[in-house]
């Protein structure tokens, strides 16, 4: 594994070592090698003008993610490269094609300045962090109050001394320092993320921290030599602009090259333990941001006025334009808030629903132990129910045997034998919930027969209620193999919810049918009740219509795993002409096969669950 592992990364420092050795090497013996005037210039501007679209290559390569903050963060350090380009278009338009010599001040400088604001704006987004908790629209902000405060300086530091009160010496000086301020930021960033991150994103803000302190001082140079009017494009004075360049490609390569790489260290271990902590830290961090970046308005608009010894026309125009940034600014950060406002009202009702939904469960657990309870007793009771019925049919047909009675007493001991049959099988359907078969026990099962059943025990107290059950079971029904206890448990949970349905609407007919279609065996329970509002839902867990207090969203969600789990669907639907139909599917097991241990009740007499 270590051979397999140091092979690329040799391979890539090879290559770099051999771009370095040829771009840089190659630029500065031509610097040195050409004298000065237009072919030296020509091919310094050309070179720097094609080296930008080398290094977006690179880094372009890695915002390929699916994570937006990595890509963001990628594109966000290519556009920086981007605006660069622009800078230096603008400078190579003007001393290839025009033959003019650069003007001061330049009108590029402030395209140069901006291209470093982007990749502030890609610090931000600390893409080391695993944890995602801000959406796109926090970087689309956020990069935007960077941009904003950066032009804001730009306009009151700069521009008042190249269109209010001409003074390139002022215009000039002013410059070099807000560009290698706004550059000492940049590297000043990369540092401390390179400090807090481990990893692969150690040695990537390493590699950006070090091409911003070689472009910081490369620009430092360029500039301070033109003003001493030495300088001339395609010297050795651009090989630290040219270095810092390949520096930042370097930062591209030697991402994707380690791409595979576990990029979380000891740090970040300890922050994902506190799963509280990093986006909290973060949000506290843009937030200070944001907040000190329009409280530095005023503070600057005062210093303006009191200590700066401006000209008045100057004094003016930084007024003005510190009253114009108020605008912008207090709208991004009033949105920012906004932003944040609706997430913490997102994630307090997220809250809410799961406290809600953890309190669904608990009542489901406490009715599950009154259900098992219950199981329990009614077994207890059924088998006690069972003996004095034994002897009940015991004795009526010996009655019925009997050749002394007459044709009345006969009648009688018949009705007692029927009445007595009806109790025990209702007995056996009550004992069948308190039965479980494992699924690897399941045998086959007559559906007509459970559908049978359930239907029966639900007609116990529909007496005096205008709801009537209509069965419809069809003839030669194959078999299916399960376990009938939890059948019977899911038809008679769907003929409880049709009931409670037409219970809305004063009564109404719950018609089940039995039918084989396609080697499935078919159930159909279709209700005359109000219909469903959203069919889609009604299998999710702690989803329901009815009151609180009377259900807990649970039951058809039990339905569907018990469904699934014998092989079978289960779906829903709206009848166009009223009312709602659910329909189960179960494989049918092959007549050849059910033929062999399985003999279907008589016909109009209840299957035994046993």
Same mark, same amino acid.
């Given at each position: ?69 990595? $890509? ?36 590029? +400088? ?56 001409? $003074? ?14 706004? $550059? ?24 950006? &921290? ?114 114009? =940034? ?70 009526? +047909? ?14 009688? &001991? ?5 009445? =007595? ?56 029904? %194959? ?5 009938? $206890? ?40 279709? +209700?005359?009740? %109000? ?8 299998? +999710? ?65 209840? =299957?035994?669950?046993?």
């Amino acid at each position: 594994m270590i051979g397999r592992n140091m092979m690329p990364a040799s391979r890539t420092t090879l290559s770099l070592t051999t771009a370095w050795l040829l771009l840089l090497g190659g630029y500065s013996a031509m610097a040195l090698w050409m004298p000065a005037g237009a072919g030296r210039t020509a091919f310094g501007d050309i070179f720097q003008c094609v080296l930008p679209l080398l290094v977006n290559s690179a880094l372009l390569m890695n915002a390929i993610t699916p994570n937006w903050r990595k $890509n963001a963060f990628w594109m966000l350090m290519a556009l920086g490269c981007s605006l660069w380009l622009g800078g230096q278009f603008i400078w190579t338009f003007i001393e290839v094609y025009q033959h003019r010599s650069l003007p001061d001040p330049f009108i590029g +400088d402030i395209v140069f300045f901006l291209h470093t604001v982007p990749m502030i704006a890609a610090l931000t987004m600390q893409p080391h962090k695993r944890h995602d908790s801000r959406t796109m629209l926090y970087g689309y902000v956020d990069f935007s109050l960077l941009l904003c405060w950066w032009v804001y300086l730009y306009l009151f530091v700069v521009i008042p001394w190249q269109y209010i009160v001409v $003074n390139a010496a002022q215009y000039d000086r002013n410059y070099n320092i807000i560009y290698a301020f706004e $550059n000492l930021v940049f590297v000043a960033g990369a540092i401390v993320l390179s400090m807090k991150a481990a990893g692969r994103w150690r040695r990537i803000y390493a590699h950006l &921290a070090g091409a911003g302190a070689a472009y910081m001082f490369g620009s430092l140079l360029v500039n301070l030599s033109i003003d001493r009017g030495a300088y001339s494009t395609g010297s050795l004075y651009d090989v630290p602009m040219i270095a810092s360049l390949l520096w930042l490609g370097t930062a591209g390569v030697a991402a994707y090259s380690s791409r595979g790489e576990e990029d979380t260290g000891k740090a970040d271990e300890a922050q994902e333990k506190s799963p509280g902590n990093a986006p909290r830290n973060e949000v506290l961090w843009a937030s200070r941001l944001a907040r000190a970046a329009l409280l530095s308005l005023p503070l600057i608009g005062i210093w303006s006025v009191k200590t700066s010894g401006a000209p008045m026309a100057v004094g003016e125009f930084r007024i003005v334009v510190t009253l114009a =940034a108020v605008l912008p600014l207090g709208f991004l950060v009033f949105l920012r808030h906004e932003l944040l406002d609706a997430e913490r009202l997102r994630l307090l009702r997220a809250s809410q629903e799961s406290i809600d939904n953890l309190k669904r469960l608990q009542m489901q657990f406490v009715q599950s132990e009154k259900l098992a309870s219950l199981g329990q007793l009614a077994a207890g009771a059924a088998h006690e129910i069972n003996n004095p019925l034994t002897a009940i049919l015991g004795y009526s +047909d010996l009655l019925i045997d009997d050749p002394s009675g007459g044709a009345r007493a006969h009648s009688l &001991a018949e009705k007692i034998r029927d009445q =007595a049959r009806r109790t025990k099988t209702l007995v056996n359907n009550l004992l069948s919930f308190a039965r479980q078969v494992p699924s690897e026990q399941r045998s086959l099962v007559d559906v007509n027969a459970v559908v049978t059943s359930s239907a029966q025990l639900r007609r116990l107290d529909l007496r005096g209620k205008n709801i009537r059950i209509d069965l419809q079971t069809g003839a030669a029904i %194959p078999a299916v193999r399960g376990d009938p $206890n939890q059948l019977l448990q899911v038809f008679f949970n769907i003929i409880n919810n049709a009931v409670d349905a037409m219970e809305e609407v004063n009564g109404g007919t719950l018609t089940v049918r039995t039918l084989c279609e396609r080697g499935n065996v078919v159930i159909l329970f279709s +209700d005359t009740g %109000p219909g469903i509002s959203e069919p889609r839902l009604v299998f +999710d867990p702690f989803y329901t219509t009815k009151p609180v207090g009377k259900g807990t969203g649970l039951g058809l969600s039990i339905c569907y795993g018990l469904i699934h789990d014998h092989g079978g669907q289960i779906s829903c639907y709206n009848r166009p002409e009223g009312g709602a139909t659910f329909r189960i599917e179960i494989p049918a097991v092959p007549a050849i096969f059910s033929s062999r241990g399985f003999s279907p009740p008589a016909h109009g007499t209840p =299957a035994k669950l046993t």
